[in-house]
Structures are given as structure tokens and as C-alpha cells.
């Protein structure tokens, strides 16, 4: 069974750093992208970026380029998107998903339960 | 990048009503490459179509997809209390891939 389990919630001040983590188990962890999806209060959803696990190649959405980093550890089956310095307009839902990659995108076919960040002073 | 519009907002039905959902492209969206979601209060989103047409594992014929080119639609013959719900749609045939604003299946 596919699954995928989300690092728990966090509540940081503006200007902190985080790394939140996505492990996968129960498929091939190095031969299926992996990414992420936020979600703001009451919002919908918005896709982050993508990594592959074999060889760490990645791609964002040019609204969160720069804004924040994907990541993986494959020895692990972990992946992770960490902010180095968040701001309150973070505050989101954030969803790991398995990705099945074509050549112009891709769709989220398992994913995680969700890891709600709070950022407030 | 590809804007996704979903109408309508919100569709009020009784179950064992036919729920018809539209998600209009601003431009084509090449190979069919549209997938709808659902996501029910405090949960994830799940996958329920992909290709435009073709179902997920586990989801049931009640749900259907269909549409190419910018018209796409989500049709569930019969509602079933589960089914209540918002649903999105979502284009991966150009990037970065985007999803619509949602709508929102209600209880009548």
C-alpha cells in the first residue's frame, strides 16, 4: 500500500527557518517524482514543485522559486520543503504527493495527510 | 501559465441526484492531460480522474470525465452521501501544472 506520512504541525515567528518532511513507503521511492501542494486557510490548492529521487532533479513553479527548497534524502525515502526565513503569509496546509510526471507536468496520485504551518508573531 | 476556471461555484443536489461539473481552460490543454480531485473537510485531496477520462484506482464508475482541448467536465451519475465534497480539476499538459479555483458539492 502506498502511503505517504507528513512531519507534524509546526507555529514559527516571521523570519524563522523550517524544514518540513514527507516519507513514502510501500512503491519504488527512487523511480516516482515527489512534491509538494499548498493549500492557504479557506484556499485552494497550488503546486509548489517536484523532485525526482534517483537524481535530485527538480522543478518549481515560478511563483515558489526562490521562495523555498525541495529536497530529498532517498537513503530515507524522505523528501522535505524548507523555508530559510518564512513570513506570516506562509500560513498554509501543505501536502506531499507521489507525482506521475509527463513531459509538461504531472498529477498527484497518493498523498499525504497535510502539515499545517502557522507563522505569527 | 494555463488558467482554469471551474463552474459552477457551488451545486446544491439531494443524493441519488446526477452532479455535472465544468472546468474551462484559457488555452488548450494539450494530450488531455486534465485530472479531477476531490477533497472532503480536513482531508487531503484524492485523485479521481486523470487523462481526462480515466479513473484512479479504487474510484468507482459512478464518476466519469470527459472533454478535450479547453471543455472539460466531471460527471457522478448518483450522488452518494460520500461524494459531498469540494472538487477540483487540475491541467498537467503545460507548465507548471494548475489547478482550478474548486467547486463545492452540497447537501440540499
Known amino acids: 500500500e502506498v502511503q505517504l506520512v507528513q512531519s507534524g504541525a509546526e507555529v514559527k515567528k516571521p523570519g524563522e527557518s523550517l524544514k518540513i518532511s514527507c516519507k513514502g513507503s510501500?512503491?519504488?521511492?527512487?523511480?516516482?517524482?515527489i512534491g509538494w501542494v499548498r493549500q492557504m486557510p479557506g484556499k485552494g490548492l497550488e503546486w509548489m514543485g517536484i523532485i525526482y529521487p534517483g537524481d535530485s532533479d527538480s522543478r518549481y513553479s515560478p511563483s515558489f522559486q526562490g521562495q523555498v527548497t525541495i529536497s530529498v534524502d532517498k537513503t530515507i525515502s524522505t523528501a522535505y520543503l524548507q523555508w530559510s526565513s518564512l513570513k506570516a503569509s506562509d500560513t498554509a496546509m501543505y501536502y506531499c504527493?507521489?507525482?506521475?510526471?509527463?513531459?509538461?507536468?504531472?498529477?498527484?496520485?497518493?498523498w499525504g495527510q497535510g502539515t499545517l504551518v502557522t507563522v505569527s508573531s | 501559465e494555463i488558467v482554469l476556471t471551474q463552474s459552477p461555484g457551488t451545486l446544491s443536489l439531494s443524493p441519488g441526484e446526477r452532479a455535472t461539473l465544468s472546468c474551462r481552460a484559457s488555452q488548450s490543454v494539450s494530450s488531455s492531460s486534465l485530472a479531477w480531485y476531490h477533497q472532503k473537510p480536513g482531508q487531503a485531496p484524492r485523485l479521481l480522474i486523470y487523462g481526462a477520462s480515466s479513473r484512479a484506482t479504487g474510484i468507482p464508475d459512478r464518476f466519469s470525465g470527459s472533454g478535450s482541448g479547453t471543455d472539460f467536465t466531471l460527471t457522478i451519475s448518483r450522488l452518494e452521501p460520500e461524494d459531498f465534497a469540494v472538487y477540483y480539476c487540475?491541467?498537467?499538459?503545460?507548465?507548471?501544472?494548475?489547478f482550478g479555483q474548486g467547486t463545492k458539492v452540497e447537501i440540499k
Open positions: 510501500g512503491y519504488s521511492f527512487n523511480s516516482h517524482w
Open positions: 487540475q491541467q498537467y499538459g503545460s507548465s507548471p501544472p494548475t
Open positions: 504527493a507521489r507525482f506521475m510526471a509527463y513531459s509538461s507536468g504531472c498529477y498527484g496520485d497518493y
